[in-house]
T-cell receptor, first 108, second 113 residues
């Protein structure tokens, strides 16, 4: 699998603020998957992006795949305490390479 | 459906001891995976099995062995545990079709003293 770099490593926000995590690669990615892991839990699949420039939304979450397919972002609008956790991007087919994750904490 | 199950949930070993982590899935998935997760290092693939009867090394296979017992079960064995193997171990599965989401088990928290 290819290497994907994820930033930032940590993000602290006040409830109601927006949050964005970025996933970058030096080479073209075949696809991007995003996972969320709650504290003490296991990763749970959120979404997959395949097409150049693709944008998908899930309620307050917006996922983007770059035009060059070398980067992706996850944006959360108006964070809530239920958004707390670590967000991972992952690239690959049946065998995935995961980024190091962005740990989000939300102060109520 | 239980999804992906793992046993045990917690384990403490002494250096040099051996143990097997068990994983089973009831989703009729073809592919199964073992990952380890260490603080700040994301998920690293140890071994995977693309289909029943096949296994392949991942990114960090040293010190581990695996067995794909049947389509449902994929076990991970530590023959001689070392403190560096202290980690959280996750099993996952997917259908094996390209671009398919992975389903994770609840994890095994292993401490090697």
């Amino acid at each position: 699998g290819q290497q994907v770099m994820q930033i930032p490593q940590y993000q602290h926000v006040q409830e109601g603020e927006d949050f964005t995590t970025y996933c970058n690669s030096s080479t073209t990615l075949s696809n991007i998957q995003w996972y969320k892991q709650r504290p003490g839990g296991h990763p749970v699949f959120l979404i997959q992006l395949v097409k150049s420039g693709e944008v998908k939304k899930q309620k307050r979450l917006t996922f983007q795949f770059g035009e060059a397919k070398k980067n992706s972002s996850l944006h959360i609008t108006a964070t809530q305490t239920t958004d707390v956790g670590t967000y991972f991007c992952a690239e690959g087919g049946s065998r995935l390479t995961f980024g190091e994750g962005t740990q989000l904490t939300v102060n109520p | 459906n239980a999804g992906v199950t793992q046993t045990p949930k917690f384990q403490v070993l002494k250096t040099g001891q051996s143990m097997t982590l068990q994983c089973a899935q009831d989703m009729n998935h073809n592919s199964m995976y073992w990952y380890r997760q260490d603080p700040g290092m994301g998920l690293r693939l140890i071994y995977y099995s693309a289909s029943e009867g096949t296994t392949d090394k991942g990114e960090v296979p040293n010190g581990y062995n695996v067995s794909r017992l049947n389509k449902r079960e994929f076990s991970l064995r530590l023959e001689s545990a070392a403190p560096s193997q202290t980690s959280v171990y996750f099993c996952a599965s997917n259908r094996g079709v390209t671009y398919n989401e992975q389903f994770f088990g609840p994890g095994t928290r292993l401490t090697v003293l």
